[in-house]
């Protein structure tokens, strides 16, 4: 197809600015020489027009409610793969072969015991620290520890970074929950895959062994598959930004860590428990909730709703919401808060406000329900959040640096006081 352009108009002249398409259709105008040609820049605040870069990882159709990673819907991944699987697919672009995967596991098992040093940092946090705090603090410590991984540097496989993050992440993440409830550590285990290990480090003690339960497990990789990535963004984008100025890459997944546990962002799973909770001990009076967050004097907002890509149900939200269904069923579990999601649910998605907004819900809406179940505490939900982000994360920087790009940089438009009003 021969380059297509459109015309920028301005001040008598005019600006050809070449289009670009994606291999699933999105068009985009190229803006790159506009400022050499013009002397102009473009503005966009929260880039709600702007496409940072070129990728090949993730697609997402927000209008009709598509995902899919690396060309494989993320349906089809969750019926057919494993987390780590899913993983390997986002690292090299495509699931690994029997041969592949094991290596793969292998550098998890291999990599999944922390620096003992490492260890001590637990006890030096105040108690009732948030885990994302820990975490992302330790996730930075990383680089005083291990061999720097920098895009200058990168001498090692990238499965091995990876496997490493993962792998002392999932350590970490079960050690920061068993230090916030006194009990000891438990290390990881070299007969365990990665899911059921992380469930042991968590849930078992000296003196009440834990039994793994296979649905659990199941539950856990389809909850890691369908939060694996999500293209730009706002922790992804921290990530290639921060990487971009050739930052190392365990302090440059930590700013991923801390971008993603703001309540807009994944710390949402918490605060959808919290909401939930709050609307419980309130009576259960729903409207009252929904009426509050249409509310513009009210800074209240429906948590595990709204979503920028997606303007219509999340694909994940609703794989999400079946197995929550499904899960409780299984476990026996009657649990009053998803008596109230679905209430809400019904409530917004026949409202007016959410239908002009097409406000749905979104990954967050029920993913909480299901780790309550599971036995993992409120402030534990965002780290499962980070846990499953990380493939994503290294993907992207991995993608960033092998395309050579330039140090993220912005402009602005300045609006302040000129020196002759001082
Ligand atoms: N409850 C009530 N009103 C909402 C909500 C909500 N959850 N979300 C958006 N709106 C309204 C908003 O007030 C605005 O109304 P108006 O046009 O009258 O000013 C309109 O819908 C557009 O919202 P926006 O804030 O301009 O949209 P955005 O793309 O900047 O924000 C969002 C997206 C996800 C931050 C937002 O929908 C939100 O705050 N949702 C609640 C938090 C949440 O669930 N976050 C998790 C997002 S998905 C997982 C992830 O990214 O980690």
Known sequence: M??????????????????????????????????????????????????????????????????????????????????????YLLLHGKLPNVEQSDKFSNLLTENSLLHEDMRHFFDRFPRGSHPMSIMGTM????????????????????????????????????????RSIGEPVVYPRHDLPFCANFLNMMFDSPVRPYEINPNVVKILNSLLILHADHEQNCSTTAVRTVGSAQVNLYSTISAGIAALSGPLHGGANQAVIE?????????????????????????FRLMGFGHRVYKTYDPRARLIKKQCDDFLKQMSINDPLLDVAMQLEETALNDNYFIERNLYPNVDFYSGIIYRAMGIPENMFTVMFALARLPGWIAHWK????????????????????????
């Open 275 to 299: 909401m939930l909770q709050r609307i419980v001990r309130d009576g259960g009076n729903v409207k009252k909730y929904i009426d509050r967050a249409k509310d513009k004097n009210s800074s």
């Open 399 to 422: 993608e960033m640096i092998g395309s050579k790009t330039k140090i993220t940089r912005p402009r602005q438009i300045y609006i302040g006081k000129t020196p002759k009003q001082n």
């Open 2 to 87: 021969s380059q297509e352009y459109a015309k920028l108009v301005y001040n008598g002249k005019e600006v050809e600015l070449p289009l670009v398409r994606g291999t699933m259709g999105e068009v985009a105008l190229d803006i790159s020489h506009l400022r050499k040609e013009t002397g102009m820049v473009t503005i966009d605040p929260s880039f709600m027009n702007t496409a940072s870069c070129y990728s090949k990882i993730t697609f997402i159709d927000g209008e009709k409610g598509i995902l899919c990673y690396r060309g494989i819907p993320i349906e089809k991944l969750v019926e057919n793969t494993r987390f780590i699987e899913t993983a």
């Open 139 to 178: 996730q930075n410590a990383f680089s005083t520890f291990y061999s720097n991984v920098d895009s200058l540097s990168l001498k090692e496989a990238i499965d091995i970074s990876a496997a490493r993050i993962m792998s002392t992440f999932r350590t970490m993440a079960a050690f920061a929950y068993k």
